[in-house]
Each structure stands twice: as structure tokens, then as C-alpha cells.
């Protein structure tokens, strides 16, 4: 299963629901935040407990060129909880660690994708667009220029979160939007709260 969310779990968090299970946490979209990129780390273990996981944190740095380590951490994984920040910051993260090889994988194996904001927009077929809500160019320590911005293509839309939200990027976000519909582009736009839901790959 893929779950894609504009801010937080949403309104559908019951269908990841499980008695007991395990998740790893990917923050590396706020890796732009240096030492407090950890400052919501209790929010979300908090909001996975509430639906039935114990959760540690996957941190794509410890995996820059060891894409065979990585697959063997997700191996133990049930669901994986890819959390917002700057999309173009995970995305590299994403190419660095060879986490496009090892999500393939394990999603065949039963692993459910969920992700928000930015865990959510590098699920879809590029980040046309996302440019105009996240800086492009940023570039944390640990992370080079030469390593590619590509995504994931989980689903063939691409995902605009916090659209007609209460949220400061919302405007950015209707702009987005604008850009993609000129463009004759595949998205869908997700107000806060909303989350799509795809049963396998499209």
C-alpha cells in the first residue's frame, strides 16, 4: 500500500492500522534544520503508536553508497513514515542511500509506503513545480550538488500538499497547481487532511 498525505497522517490513518507493527521514520526532508532537525521526533512516534507501531528512525546518511544496508533495514520494516520538509533535500537523500532500488522490493513484500508534504510529492513522477514552495538548491551538510534530484514513481500523479489549507505554504501551493494545469500535467492537490490512497504501484 502507498499512503500519501498532505500534513500528517490525515483523515484515512485507519486503514495503516495493526495490533503490532514496526516503522521506520525517514526526517531526512528537514535535514536543511542542522542539529534540530529532530524537534517534532516525539510527534510522530506519538502519532504512530496511536495507530499500533513502535518506530525507529532510518537515516538515509548512514546509507550514502551502501544501498545494500539500507535494503536490509527496510527488510524489517512494516510500514514506513516519510515525513515532510524540503522535497528536493529527500529526494537527493533517496538517490544517494539507492533507496529507489530497495523500495521496490519491499513494497512487494507487503511494506506500506505513507509519507506527508515532501514524503508524499517524491512518491510521484518528478517535482515540476514543487520549486515554487521548496528551495531546489539547498544543500545540507553531507550533501553534494552531483547527487541527482529524482523520484520515486510510485504513483504516475504528481502530489500537491497543503492546497486551500490553513498552512503557509497553501499559496505557494495554489501556484503550483496553476503551473501544472497550464502544463497538462498529471497531480492531485490535497488539502491538509486529505490523503490518496494506491493499493500497489500505478
Given at each position: 500500500?502507498?499512503?500519501?498525505?498532505?500534513?500528517?497522517?490525515?483523515?484515512?490513518?485507519?486503514?495503516?492500522?495493526?495490533?503490532?507493527?514496526?516503522?521506520?521514520?525517514?526526517?531526512?526532508?528537514?535535514?536543511?534544520?542542522?542539529?534540530?532537525?529532530?524537534?517534532?521526533?516525539?510527534?510522530?512516534?506519538?502519532?504512530?503508536?496511536?495507530?499500533?507501531?513502535?518506530?525507529?528512525?532510518?537515516?538515509?546518511?548512514?546509507?550514502?553508497?551502501?544501498?545494500?544496508?539500507?535494503?536490509?533495514?527496510?527488510?524489517?520494516?512494516?510500514?514506513?513514515?516519510?515525513?515532510?520538509?524540503?522535497?528536493?533535500?529527500?529526494?537527493?537523500?533517496?538517490?544517494?542511500?539507492?533507496?529507489?532500488?530497495?523500495?521496490?522490493?519491499v513494497l512487494e513484500r507487503g511494506l506500506i509506503y505513507a509519507g506527508y508534504?515532501?514524503?508524499?510529492?517524491?512518491?510521484?513522477?518528478?517535482?515540476?513545480?514543487?520549486?515554487?514552495?521548496?528551495?531546489?538548491?539547498?544543500?545540507?551538510?553531507?550533501?553534494?550538488?552531483?547527487?541527482?534530484?529524482?523520484?520515486?514513481?510510485?504513483?504516475?500523479?504528481?502530489?500537491?500538499p497543503h492546497v486551500g489549507s490553513n498552512h503557509p505554504e497553501s499559496a505557494?501551493?495554489?501556484?503550483?497547481?496553476?503551473?501544472?494545469?497550464?502544463?497538462?500535467?498529471?497531480?492531485?492537490?490535497?488539502?491538509?487532511?486529505?490523503?490518496?490512497?494506491?493499493?500497489?504501484?500505478?
Amino acid at each position: 500500500m502507498i499512503y500519501l498525505s498532505s500534513y500528517r497522517f490525515g483523515n484515512n490513518a485507519g486503514v495503516l492500522r495493526r495490533r503490532e507493527g514496526h516503522a521506520g521514520i525517514i526526517m531526512n526532508a528537514l535535514d536543511v534544520y542542522g542539529e534540530t532537525r529532530l524537534m517534532n521526533w516525539e510527534r510522530e512516534v506519538a502519532d504512530l503508536e496511536r495507530l499500533g507501531y513502535s518506530s525507529e528512525e532510518i537515516d538515509l546518511r548512514e546509507y550514502f553508497d551502501d544501498a545494500d544496508g539500507l535494503s536490509a533495514r527496510l527488510a524489517g520494516l512494516d510500514l514506513l513514515w516519510v515525513v515532510g520538509g524540503n522535497s528536493f533535500v529527500l529526494a537527493r537523500a533517496m538517490n544517494a542511500s539507492g533507496f529507489h532500488d530497495a523500495i521496490g522490493s519491499v513494497l512487494e513484500r507487503g511494506l506500506i509506503y505513507a509519507g506527508y508534504s515532501a514524503g508524499a510529492c517524491v512518491a510521484g513522477p518528478d517535482l515540476r513545480g514543487i520549486d515554487l514552495i521548496d528551495d531546489p538548491d539547498v544543500l545540507p551538510e553531507g550533501y553534494e550538488a552531483r547527487m541527482p534530484v529524482e523520484t520515486l514513481g510510485l504513483v504516475s500523479f504528481r502530489i500537491v500538499p497543503h492546497v486551500g489549507s490553513n498552512h503557509p505554504e497553501s499559496a505557494d501551493a495554489g501556484r503550483v497547481v496553476a503551473l501544472l494545469e497550464r502544463e497538462g500535467l498529471a497531480y492531485r492537490a490535497l488539502k491538509d487532511g486529505d490523503a490518496v490512497i494506491v493499493d500497489g504501484r500505478v
